[in-house]
């Protein structure tokens, strides 16, 4: 079965997929506008940091090579200022490789070459940072200052994930959120079409059943036209029932499944194609039964196999298997040997307005899955295609306990 894609002619498709379109474009925006500001914040605190650490290390500098007393007093305040404000660890390394450092915390306790050793191991973190050295040139030597980022720069770098964290929340929320209302909107569409359509239905209905009966008693009728109006009709007025369950809870009764099956095979055979047979094959226990409402699930096999039909032009095989499955299910496989589907649309088949039907809806697979996986708490998948070899649907029950 090879399915195209139609679209419903129904407003909401459009409005609902615009509006998504418009919730990421939005959250898109958000999220680039808070990233680029963020970063701005970032490389300038960056870039004041650095400039503090060059003016500790010029005032290093200078106190070390200056004779005037006062000066060194009024650097060595400065320093201290520094000292006192600043979250920015640093570490000194002198000529002899002897290390200091301000804003490491360190025991005071510990002897000079442990402290020493920790200052080491801080100095490979603080270099892993990219931050380049400030050299001191103190005539005799030059000396380094090695600077880490501040816990404020720290926290400024990852706030942007968080950020970012928190817009994909919402909008991760936001879809669900209007995914729901989109299906929500779609239930109450199909349901009302759906009970309108039966409704519809009841009147032609009472009187196509007074004709046939008047028919019955005409002696120049052929009674075999009057036996399968009939049966036309009783078709009718399942498909009215159908209608008439959908939006509502069904009742399920315990139900042959292959007595079922068989039933509406046999119905189907005399209305389609003559050059496509039909084989069902079972291997359960005799009168398997299973939780059914028996007309929703005939609607099932139905969709199926007229695709099917559809799908090899008129002429084919359809094979319906039946079998027990692990863990208490049975499963029911129902093949063709039509045109197959393509890759590229098998995750689309189930969906609403998708069909290859230039008259179609795209709505039975639609409802078949509906069906059995909302009312019958089963699953229906597609099991297997191949390009003009044919397609098999698998259709899982739970036995009843």
């Not at 804003?103 to 080491?120: A, G, M």
């Not at 409704?199 to 008693?217: K, Y």
Request: hydrophobic share 40%.
């Amino acid at each position: 079965m090879i399915f195209k894609e139609f679209s419903l002619p129904l407003a909401f498709y459009n409005r609902d997929t615009w509006l998504k379109v418009a919730f990421f474009a939005v959250s898109v925006v958000m999220a680039g506008f808070s990233l680029y500001f963020t970063d701005g914040l970032v490389t300038k605190l960056e870039e004041r940091e650095k400039q503090q650490i060059e003016l500790y290390a010029e005032t290093i500098r200078y106190a070390l090579t200056s004779d005037n007393n006062a000066d060194i007093n009024f650097f060595f305040e400065r320093i201290k200022k520094i000292n006192e404000n600043n979250t920015i660890p640093v570490i000194w390394k002198d000529g002899s490789g002897h290390l200091n450092s301000i804003n490491i915390p360190i025991q005071e306790t510990l002897s000079t070459e442990k402290k020493q050793e920790i200052l080491r191991q801080k100095l490979q973190e603080i270099i892993a940072e990219n931050n380049q050295p400030i050299e001191m040139d103190m005539g005799f030597q030059k000396e380094y200052i090695y600077y880490g980022n501040s816990k404020l720069l720290k926290l400024l770098r990852y706030y942007p994930l968080s950020q970012l964290l928190v817009v994909l929340i919402i909008g991760f929320l936001g879809y669900i959120f209007l995914s729901y209302s989109r299906r929500a909107e779609q239930n109450r569409v199909w349901v009302g079409l759906a009970k309108e359509t039966a409704h519809q239905l009841g009147t032609p209905l009472s009187s196509l059943t007074a004709w046939v009966e008047l028919l019955r008693n005409e002696p120049h009728i052929n009674p075999d036209i009057v036996v399968e109006l009939s049966k036309d009709i009783q078709r009718l007025e399942t498909i009215t029932t159908r209608f008439s369950n959908i939006g509502s809870t069904p009742v399920l009764k315990l139900e042959d499944i292959e007595a079922v099956i068989q039933q509406f095979i046999s119905y189907l055979k005399i209305r389609i194609s003559s050059k496509v047979t039909i084989e069902i094959h079972s291997s359960l226990a005799v009168n398997q039964v299973a939780n059914l409402n028996k007309y929703l699930f005939e609607w099932v096999i139905e969709n199926i196999c007229k695709n099917g039909v559809d799908a090899m032009g008129g002429q084919g095989q359809l094979r319906i298997e039946l079998k027990e499955g692990k863990n208490q299910v049975i499963h029911i496989d129902i093949s063709d040997t039509g045109k197959g589907i393509l890759a590229s649309n098998t995750s689309k088949i189930f969906s609403p307005g998708f069909s290859t039907k230039k008259r179609g809806w795209g709505l039975g697979l639609t409802l078949a899955k509906r069906i059995i996986e909302n009312y019958h708490q089963g699953k229906l998948v597609l099991k297997s295609t191949e390009i003009n070899k044919g397609s098999t649907f698998r259709i899982t029950l739970p036995k009843p306990e």
